[in-house]
């Protein structure tokens, strides 16, 4: 077994599961967004696996740029619910058709308080892609309007989340072994 797969106590969503699930949501977005002006809006770090594949299963004309976002006051303080942008998107959003790509909606805070913000800009449109959800954990009130697979109220690794930035390259989504977090 190779060394990340050994901290892996389960596997929630297999990779054939995430594969198969992308192709679905990219069929689905290329046929809502035929003849619109539509911008992927990858989220940094955790959305860059789920983005990557993604954007190959939309088969329509669409741009691409990426943001970094973080709460104020550090890890532990996303319930105050500030978010600051450490890097902007690159492009003037007015008239675009936005859709967000992120890893996993928890409590669904840091994008309650980034859509409004996106939405000053005057894009057309903006809706959210989530390839995971923890439907338990939700403390805003927002959801995708596209969705890969909701998740037990579990922390998850994998497919670009990440425990303490490791994990991110792989392949599926699963649980650590409880040892793991002692270490
Ligand atoms: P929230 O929806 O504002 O609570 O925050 C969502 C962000 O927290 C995600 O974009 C992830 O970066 C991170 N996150 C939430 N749950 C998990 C998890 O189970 N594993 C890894 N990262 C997570
Ligand atoms: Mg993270």
Not at 69 to 88: E, F, P, Q, R
Request: charged content about 25%; glycine content about 8%; hydrophobic content about 40%.
């Amino acid at each position: 077994m190779a060394t990340l797969d050994r901290d892996i106590d389960h596997i929630l969503v297999t990779e054939e599961q995430l594969k198969a699930k992308v192709n679905e949501l990219g069929a689905q977005i290329t046929r809502d967004y035929a003849g619109r002006d539509l911008l992927l809006v990858s989220i940094l770090k955790g959305s860059v696996v789920f983005m990557a594949d993604l954007m190959r299963a939309i088969q329509m004309p669409c741009g691409i740029d990426f943001m970094v976002v973080s709460s104020y006051g550090g890890a532990n303080t996303t319930s105050t619910g500030l978010v600051k942008i450490v890097k902007d998107l690159d492009q003037d959003l007015s008239g675009k058709d936005l859709l967000i790509v992120e890893d996993i909606l928890d409590t669904g805070i840091t994008l309650s308080h980034l859509v409004p913000m996106l939405k000053l800009r005057n894009p057309a449109s903006v809706r959210l892609c989530t390839i995971l959800s923890k439907p338990s954990r939700r403390k805003a009130d927002i959801e995708p309007d596209y969705l890969g697979f909701e998740v037990p109220d579990e922390f998850v690794v994998g497919y670009g989340l990440d425990y303490d930035e490791n994990y991110r390259n792989l392949p599926y989504v699963g649980v650590l072994k409880p040892e793991v977090y002692s270490k």
